[in-house]
């Protein structure tokens, strides 16, 4: 049989250390245990004024000194142009407003021209948009 040296105290699991958590979970976690905090999405327009505001950081920093806005008479300060001259994005830098988009797939929605709402039938005299019958019976009263 051989091995003399193997016993019951020797198999004993309990003996060997075992962690509760595994290594895994051990390296998701920072020092000490504490959780890291989770990485956060950033939205669009989040993006667009980090960008803007990096744009406008470089035009500022590559100006002369010549070139800056210089101060009024009142005593303004070239700080306090500076923040006006940044508050107004050049047309090179994308806002909301200016993001231009592809005209649209989806065929224009017809609405009633007497309503307003939506207008699934066609008058083929007038070519005008009706919602219901009650709004051609109108219709036919304009033609008389």
């Known amino acids: 049989m051989g091995d003399d040296s193997i016993t019951s105290e020797t198999l004993n699991v309990y003996d060997e250390k075992r962690p509760f958590k595994s290594e895994a979970y051990l390296q998701k976690s920072g020092a000490n245990g504490a959780p890291v905090a989770p990485r956060r999405n950033k939205t669009l327009k989040q993006i667009l004024n980090q960008e803007r505001d990096m744009f406008l950081q470089q035009r500022m920093a590559g100006e002369s000194a010549t070139k800056r806005l210089k101060t009024d008479d009142a005593g303004a300060s070239r700080q306090d142009a500076m923040e006006v001259d940044a508050r107004k994005p050049s047309r090179s830098v994308p806002t909301y407003t ?26 083929p005299k007038t070519r005008l948009r009706y919602h219901s019958v009650e709004v051609y019976d109108i219709i036919k009263g304009f033609l008389k």
């Open 98 to 123: 200016s993001v231009q988009a592809p005209p649209s797939l989806l065929p224009a929605k017809k609405y009633c021209d007497i309503t307003g709402l939506v207008g699934n039938y066609t008058d």
